[in-house]
């Protein structure tokens, strides 16, 4: 007997109706894009795989950032240190690298009372990766990083979303000014958060480059309870240029997340950043116990299941991205031979 055509997937419906005006669609956008999107698309021309950065936390906690202190006024206290982390994973391969701003919003920034500082912090973030790109030949791309607002979404939340766009874009201002060629929201769990960043970044920049990525660290779903498979079909929609998934579990568990994206979108442009595995608590520090040669692994295994881009998040080092890089090299569209 022939098995019946599978009925579409109910976790997997179509996003809320939305302004397209808002949203602009490739075609538009890439009309629109200009010198980054150019860049943006030269550095995609391979189809990949596409090396991303590690963790820019874990690296400033090593060199001394305490515990509650906010990472981004780094930007201007510690140039130099940021622009080492930077340069240590260019160094590695990496040829899309993020702004030390993921917490830079003025909600996060406000519990400092920094909220005032927004441009200047943003500013000087993309400036100072801008610069170590260029000492490094200026082949990788500068993203501009842009994290949760730190607040939770109305009704559940306070935050309404016309004032979450608000913040979002005026970190995307300051990011775009200083330069950076694309920008990337990530660790985003709630899909009206994200949808007001991606229309914060639109509202100043329609056309540039723009990665959007969530963190499934709750049986398969992010914390607020969206799958796989909504995030691609909503994020996709909203004109996201690469979608996926960052932060959570470990690579074991992301490598399923991109499986599923895949499965549910055959086009979409991937992306894994994994941290090195689940957090221990050790002497009231994060210890991450993922090893370098687990992690590679794990990046081959994205890299079969479906994503172009590839990096790491909290626990990796540029010793992690370097042997990351080793293992993906090589690694075609049809890359099964390269896991053995
Ligand atoms: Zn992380």
Redesign the pocket.
């Known amino acids: 007997m022939l098995r019946p055509r599978r009925a579409p997937r109910t976790d997997a419906p179509q996003p809320d109706p939305f302004d397209p005006a808002a949203f602009p669609g490739l075609e538009e956008r890439r009309r629109i894009g200009g010198a980054a999107r150019a860049r943006w698309e030269a550095v995609l021309a391979g189809g990949g795989p596409v090396l991303a950065d590690g963790?820019m936390?874990t690296m400033l906690f090593a060199a001394g950032l305490q515990f509650g202190d906010p990472p981004e006024v780094w930007n201007l206290s510690h140039p130099e240190v940021v622009r080492r982390i930077h340069r240590g994973y260019l160094d590695a391969g990496s040829r899309i690298v993020m702004t030390n701003t993921f917490g830079g919003n003025r909600m996060r920034l406000g519990l400092h009372r920094l909220e005032g500082r927004v441009a200047e912090i943003n500013r000087t973030a993309a400036v100072l990766l801008r610069g170590e790109v260029d000492a490094h030949g200026g082949g990788a791309l500068v993203a501009g990083d842009i994290g949760p607002s730190g607040a939770i979404m109305a009704p559940t939340g306070t935050l309404d979303y016309a004032e979450a766009v608000d913040v979002f874009a005026e970190q995307a201002a300051a990011l775009i000014g200083g330069g950076v060629d694309l920008v990337w929201i990530e660790?985003m769990s709630d899909l009206t958060e994200i949808k007001a960043a991606i229309e914060g970044v639109r509202r100043v920049a329609a056309g540039i480059p723009l990665v959007a990525t969530m963190?499934f660290d709750t049986r398969g779903h992010t914390m607020m309870g969206v799958s796989p498979e909504q995030a691609v079909t909503a994020l996709t929609s909203w004109g996201a240029d690469a979608v996926g998934g960052?932060?959570?579990n470990g690579p074991d568990e992301l490598v399923g997340v991109v499986t599923r994206m895949r499965a549910a979108d055959s086009g979409a442009l991937l992306v894994a950043?994994?941290?090195a595995g689940m957090p221990e608590l050790v002497d009231m520090r994060a210890v991450y116990r993922s090893d370098v040669a687990e992690m590679a692994a794990q990046a081959v295994a994205m890299r079969v299941a479906g994503a172009t881009i590839i990096g790491g998040?909290?626990?990796t080092t540029p010793a992690h991205l370097s042997e990351m890089a080793a293992r993906l090299v090589g690694d075609g569209p049809d890359s099964a031979d390269a896991v053995g």
């Open positions: 963790a936390g660790t963190t960052n932060c959570g950043k994994s941290n998040c909290c626990g």
